[in-house]
C-alpha cells in the first residue's frame, strides 16, 4: 500500500506517471496535434467575435464604502459618468453671436447623443440655467437666456443681457471659462439604456469624435473630456499597440532565430505560443467577456512568456540532440525534462495572476481571468503542444553541435557575471542586495498608490484627451473632478436648521485644503437663496436661523438637481478638484474624516463619497488594502509549490551545502567537508585526520599497485583512489559483481589516514534482518534473551577506522532509516542503551545494484542516497578493460601456482579476451583456477578453459537489471577509452578517431566521470 507521507513513494508514483504521460502522448502524438488543431479552429472561431468592452462600473470596486453611497445617491447627487464638451473662441471671446450660435449648435447635437440625459444636459442655452432675480413681487428664477429667444436673433444687446446674467448668477467659472472665451456643456450619461443594452465605449467615442469633427474649425476648437471619451481613445490606442505587438512579433521572431538559427525552431515557439493566444480570446468570448482596453496588452504579456517558455524548449531539445539523440528522442527528453520545472513555473505566474481576484473592481478581476487563462492554456501549447510537434522534424547533430557551440560563446560574458557567486564576491553582493533593499523599504514608505498626472495616465501627456484636460481644468472652476460628500439627517429634516450650519462650517472648512478649486453645496444655495429673498442684501447671504423659512428655501433648492432629496433626509456638498491625482484625492479625503471625527453631529452622518473622485478614491483604497495580502498570498502559494516539488525547504528559504558542492569542493583540493550544523567533535576528528594523511606524506609503499591493469579505465581508477584516499567524504562504488569493489574500498582505506585503524567490512546482504540492530551497533547486557554480555556493533569496531557496507542496496527500509541516523549524527545507541555513544568512521559503501534505480522504486531511501553518494566511484566490468587480461591471467596464475606457473596459449588467452565475464574478475580467477586443476600440460588450451558457449546471454545475466541508458553509456565509455588508449590519451586525436568535435568529446567525458 502507497504511504502518503513516504518521499520515496511520491517520488516513484511521480516518476511513473510521467514517463506514462510521456509514452501517451508521444505514441498517440498525430491524434494528439490534430485534436489540438481541430480544437484551435473552434476557438478560433469564437476569438474572432472577440470585441474591446469598457464600462464605467467596471472600474467601481463592490462593497467599498464610497461606492455604497454613490449607488445609493446615484439618482440625487451629480452623475460621476459625465461629459465635459467645451466651444472655444480661438479669435475672440464667447461673447459673440457665432460663438454663441455653434455653443447652440453643440448643445443640441450633445441632447441627441445616444444614453445621454436630455433633461440632465447643462450650458447657457439649457432652461435648467437660470439666474435667480429679486424683482417688486419678491423672488424669481429665470433662464439665463429666455425661451425666446434664438440664434438668429442674437444682437449686441440681448448678448450683453446674457454675459451680465451669466456673471450674475454665478456661472463665470463653472458654464463660462474665467478667460470668457469659452462655455462649458455638461451632460450625464446611463451606463445602460431603457432596452438594457450597455454602452458601447469605442463606438461612443466614434460619435464624439464625429461631433468634434463636425464643429471644430478655424475659429471654435471643441475640447471633450469624461470617462466615455477617456476609455474610447484609450481603445484606439489599443489599436495602434496592436500594430506595435505586430512590430514586436516580428522583431522577437528575429530574435528567436538569431539565438537557433533554425526557422523550424523559430516558428514553433512562436506558433505555440500564439495558439494559446487564441485559445484565450475563444475562452474570453465564451465566458462572456469582452477585452478592456486597459487590459489589452495582457494577452501580449502572456504571449511573451509563451515565447521564452518555448526557447527553453528548444534549448533543451538542442543540448539533446548534440549528444547524439534522434529528434523524437530529444523531443521526449524535453517532454519529461521541463514538464514538471515548467509546470511549477507557469503555475506560480497562473497564482500570481489569479491572486488579483482578490481586489474586488470587476475590472481588475476581468484582467486576472484574461491573463490566468493564458498561462493556464501555455501548460498545454508550450510544454506539450510544442516537444510533440518538434518530434516530427529532423535535424542534424552537427547543426545541434554547432549551436551548442555558439551558445557557449553567446554565454561567455555570463562566466565573468557567475564569479558574483564565489564565497567573498557573494558576501559583497548580499550586503549591497541588503542595502539596496533597506533604501527600498525607506524609499516606499510615503509612496502613492493611484494616479500621480492630472490626466489620464494610459494616455501620453501630449494626447488630445489630457490636452483638453488640463485646458479645462485652468479655465473652470468646475471640471471633470469632483468630490461629493453626503450629510445624512433623518427624514423630515427640512426645518433642522443646525444641519444647514453644520454643513457650512464644514464648506468653510474644507474650501481652503490644498486641491479644492470651489464647493457647491445645499449649504451655499441656501445663502444664495436667502439673500436674493431679501433684495440682495450681502449680509443676509447667511443659513436662515428661523426653521420656516429654512425650509421654504430647501423646497426651492429641492428643484434643482444634485443638492438634496426631497424629503432633506440628504445634503450634499460638491468639492470641485483641481485634478484626481491620488495625492491630491487623499488629501481631501483626510480632511473630510478628520473633520467627520473632530465635529460629529447627533443625528447627522456624513459619508464618503460619490463623484468621479470618490470612484477613485475607492479604486485606490480598495488597491492599497489588498496589496499586502495579494503579495502574501502570492509568496505562499510560491513557498507551498516549491515545497511540494523539492520536498526540502532550504529550496525555499536559502541554498545550504549540497553532494553537487561537495564533489566540486573535494575535486578542487579540499580535505573534507561539513554540513552546517557543525560539531565541535565532528572538527577535532577531521583534523586529526588530516594531520595523519600530512605526516603520511613521505610513505613510500604504494598499495594501489594491487590494482592490476594499464588500461584507461583503471588508471582513472588509481587515480580517483588517490584522491578518495585524501578525503573522509563517503564514497559510493558502483560496479558489477566480481569487479573489485571491495578491493577497491580497502585501497582507499589503507591508504588515508584512517589506515591505523579497523577495516570492518559488512555484508548487508547476509545478516539478518532481526539482528541488523543489534549487529550495527552493538547491545547491552540484558537488552533481550540470549545478551549475557555487552558487545561491540560494526560501528564501535570500525571506531577510529572504515566500515564498508557491502550490497548496501539489500537493506531493509527500517535499517535504513537507523542507518541514516547514525551516519549524520556520527553518534550510535547500543540496543538496551539509553545513551549514545560519538563514533568517527567512514563509510564506504558498494552495491551490484543501480541505487539510483532502487531510490526510484522505493526500495531505497533518496535521502541515505545522498549521504552515502557523496563521491561516487566506479569500477569497470572485466569486458570494458579486455587489454588487462593477459597481466591479470599472469597475476592470477603466478598466486594459484606455488612452483612454476603454467602459461596459457595464444588461442587460450584470445578466448579470454573475447569472453564476456559477466563475473568479472573473480569469474576470470575461478577459470583460471579450474584450468590449472584439469590440464594435463603446462600449456593451458582453450578446452581447458571450459567457457559456455552462451557467452552473450551470460553476459547480459552479469549485468541484471541494467537499465538502457546504462547500457547505452557503458557502450560509449568503452568505446571512448578504447580511443584514448590507442591515442595516448590524446582527446583531440580520440575524438578525431571517433567521429565527433573536441567539444562533444570533452562533454562526454565530463559525462562519464573519464579523467
Known amino acids: 500500500m502507497l504511504n502518503l507521507f513516504s518521499v520515496d513513494d ?62 445609493e445617491y446615484r439618482n440625487d447627487v451629480l452623475g460621476a459618468n459625465r ?88 456661472f463665470v467659472g463653472t458654464l463660462v471659462s474665467r478667460d470668457q472665451t469659452s462655455a462649458m456643456i455638461v451632460a450625464e450619461l446611463a451606463e445602460v439604456d431603457k432596452d438594457g443594452k450597455q454602452i458601447d465605449y469605442v463606438a461612443y467615442n466614434q460619435q464624439l469624435e464625429a461631433l468634434r469633427a463636425k464643429f471644430e474649425d478655424a475659429d471654435f476648437e471643441i475640447q471633450i473630456i469624461g470617462f466615455a471619451k477617456q476609455i474610447g481613445d484609450i481603445a484606439d490606442g489599443a489599436a495602434s499597440v496592436l500594430e506595435f505587438c505586430a512590430v514586436a512579433l516580428v522583431l522577437t521572431a528575429l530574435a ?46 502572456v504571449f511573451a512568456i509563451g515565447v521564452s517558455h518555448g526557447v527553453q524548449q528548444i534549448n533543451f531539445i538542442v543540448r539533446e540532440l548534440s549528444q547524439g539523440r534522434t529528434t523524437e528522442e530529444a523531443a521526449r527528453a524535453s517532454f519529461s525534462g521541463l514538464l514538471i520545472p515548467g509546470v511549477l513555473a507557469l503555475v506560480t505566474a497562473f497564482v500570481s495572476f489569479i491572486t488579483l481576484i482578490m481586489i474586488p473592481i470587476p475590472m481588475v478581476r476581468e484582467l486576472a481571468i484574461t491573463a490566468s487563462l493564458g498561462v493556464f492554456f501555455k501548460i498545454t501549447t508550450n510544454l506539450a503542444m510544442l516537444p510533440i510537434a518538434a518530434s516530427y522534424f529532423h535535424f542534424t547533430k552537427a547543426y545541434a553541435q554547432e549551436a551548442m557551440v555558439k551558445r557557449d560563446r553567446r554565454a561567455r560574458w555570463l562566466r565573468t557575471l557567475a564569479r558574483v557567486a564565489e564565497p567573498r564576491n557573494a558576501l559583497v553582493v548580499i550586503v549591497i542586495t541588503t542595502a539596496v533593499f533597506g533604501v527600498s523599504v525607506w524609499q516606499s514608505s510615503d509612496r502613492v498608490i493611484g494616479t500621480l498626472q492630472p490626466g489620464a495616465p494610459e494616455l501620453r501627456p501630449e494626447a488630445r484627451f489630457n490636452r483638453d484636460a488640463v485646458a479645462i481644468s485652468e479655465n473652470y472652476d468646475t471640471g471633470l473632478d469632483w468630490l461629493t460628500v453626503v450629510f445624512e439627517a433623518p427624514a423630515g429634516a427640512c426645518e433642522n436648521v443646525a444641519l444647514g450650519a453644520y454643513q457650512d462650517r464644514f464648506v468653510w472648512d474644507l474650501q481652503n485644503t490644498e486641491g479644492v478649486l470651489s464647493a457647491i453645496s445645499f449649504s451655499g444655495q441656501l445663502r444664495t437663496y436667502n439673500e436674493g429673498y431679501n433684495e440682495g442684501n450681502p449680509k443676509m447671504s447667511a443659513i436662515p436661523i428661523d426653521p420656516g423659512n429654512y425650509a421654504a428655501l430647501a423646497t426651492e433648492i429641492g428643484r434643482m438637481r444634485g443638492f438634496m432629496r426631497k424629503d432633506c433626509s440628504m445634503t450634499a456638498v460638491h468639492l470641485f478638484l483641481t485634478d484626481h491625482k491620488a495625492t491630491t484625492i487623499s488629501r481631501v479625503i483626510d480632511k473630510v474624516k478628520v473633520f467627520r471625527a473632530a465635529h460629529p453631529m447627533e443625528g447627522v452622518s456624513i459619508r464618503l463619497a460619490s463623484g468621479n473622485a470618490g470612484v477613485l478614491a475607492a479604486v485606490n483604497d480598495e488597491v492599497e488594502h489588498s496589496e499586502m495580502p495579494m ?37 578542487a583540493g579540499a580535505f573534507d567537508y561539513l554540513a552546517k550544523p557543525v560539531g565541535l567533535d565532528q572538527l577535532r576528528a577531521l583534523v586529526k585526520s588530516a594531520l595523519r594523511v600530512s605526516d603520511q606524506g613521505g610513505e613510500e609503499d604504494n598499495p594501489l599497485q594491487s590494482l592490476i591493469g594499464d588500461s584507461a579505465g583503471m588508471q582513472q581508477v588509481r587515480g580517483m583512489i588517490e584522491k578518495l584516499a585524501r578525503s573522509q567524504a563517503p564514497v559510493y562504488i558502483s560496479g558489477e559483481s566480481g569487479s573489485g569493489k571491495e578491493l577497491a574500498a580497502r585501497l582507499i582505506h589503507g591508504r588515508s589516514a584512517r589506515s591505523g585503524g579497523a577495516f570492518v567490512a559488512v555484508n548487508c546482504g547476509a545478516i539478518p534482518e532481526n539482528l541488523m540492530e543489534s549487529e550495527f551497533f552493538g547491545y547491552r547486557k540484558g537488552a533481550f534473551t540470549g545478551a549475557d554480555s555487552e558487545r561491540e556493533g560494526f560501528f564501535q569496531a570500525a571506531n577510529g577506522g572504515t566500515l564498508f557496507l557491502d550490497e548496501v542496496a539489500d537493506l531493509p527500509l527500517g535499517m535504513q532509516v537507523k542507518l541514516l541516523r547514525a551516519i549524520q549524527e556520527k553518534r550510535v545507541r547500543k540496543v538496551g542503551s539509553v545513551t549514545e555513544d560519538g563514533v568517527d568512521v567512514r563509510i564506504v559503501c558498494a552495491t551490484h545494484r543501480n541505487l539510483r534505480e532502487c531510490v526510484d522504486k522505493g526500495n531505497f531511501r533518496q535521502d541515505l542516497y545522498y549521504r552515502l553518494n557523496v563521491i561516487e566511484l566506479r569500477m569497470p566490468p572485466l569486458r570494458e578493460r579486455r587489454e588487462d587480461i593477459a597481466l591479470l591471467v599472469q597475476a592470477l596464475l603466478a598466486r594459484l601456482t606455488a612452483g612454476a606457473a603454467p602459461r596459457l596459449s595464444d588461442q587460450a588467452v584470445r578466448a579470454l579476451e573475447q569472453y564476456p565475464f559477466p563475473g568479472n574478475v573473480r569469474e576470470l580467477e575461478n577459470i583460471l583456477e579450474r584450468a590449472t586443476a584439469l590440464s594435463a600440460s603446462d600449456v593451458i588450451e582453450v578446452a581447458d578453459l571450459h567457457l559456455e558457449p552462451e557467452d552473450t546471454e551470460a553476459a547480459e545475466a552479469g549485468r541484471g537489471d541494467e537499465t538502457l541508458d546504462d547500457y547505452l553509456n557503458r557502450l560509449e565509455r568503452q568505446a571512448i577509452l578504447e580511443a584514448l588508449q590507442k591515442t595516448d590519451g590524446n582527446r583531440t586525436a580520440a575524438a578525431r578517431m571517433l567521429g565527433v568535435t573536441f567539444r562533444s568529446m570533452r562533454y562526454r567525458l565530463e559525462r562519464l566521470g573519464i579523467e
Open 10 to 71: 511520491v517520488d516513484h508514483l511521480l516518476t511513473r506517471t510521467l514517463k506514462g504521460l510521456e509514452n501517451f502522448c508521444f505514441r498517440y502524438r498525430t491524434p494528439f496535434l490534430i485534436w489540438l488543431a481541430v480544437f484551435t479552429a473552434m476557438m478560433g472561431y469564437f476569438a474572432l467575435q472577440l470585441r474591446m468592452e469598457a464600462g464605467f462600473e467596471k472600474q467601481m470596486p463592490t462593497g467599498h464604502e464610497y461606492i455604497e453611497t454613490f449607488k
Open 83 to 170: 461629459l465635459n464638451i467645451v466651444v472655444k473662441a480661438r479669435k475672440d471671446t464667447i461673447w459673440t453671436q457665432a460663438g454663441l450660435t455653434r455653443l447652440y449648435e453643440v448643445t443640441q447635437a450633445v441632447i441627441y447623443l445616444p444614453s445621454v440625459d436630455r433633461l440632465g444636459v447643462q450650458s447657457l442655452w439649457t432652461p435648467n440655467s437660470f439666474v435667480n432675480e429679486i424683482t417688486e413681487e419678491g423672488f424669481r428664477a429665470d433662464p439665463l437666456i429666455p425661451g425666446t429667444v434664438m440664434p438668429e436673433q442674437l444682437n449686441p444687446e440681448i448678448i450683453a443681457g446674457i454675459q451680465r446674467s451669466a456673471g450674475q448668477g454665478g
Open 256 to 301: 528567436v532565430y538569431w539565438y537557433c538559427h533554425s526557422l523550424r525552431f523559430t516558428l514553433l515557439p512562436i506558433v505555440c505560443s500564439f495558439t494559446s493566444l487564441v485559445w484565450q480570446f475563444g475562452a474570453l468570448r465564451l465566458l462572456g467577456f469582452g477585452l478592456d482596453p486597459l487590459a489589452v496588452l495582457v494577452p501580449f504579456l
Open 631 to 667: 503579495m502574501l498570498y502570492v509568496y505562499g502559494a510560491i513557498i507551498i509549490l516549491v515545497a511540494l516539488v523539492y520536498r526540502d525547504f532550504r529550496a525555499v528559504i536559502t541554498a545550504f551545502g549540497s553532494a553537487e558542492n561537495a564533489v566540486a569542493a573535494l575535486k
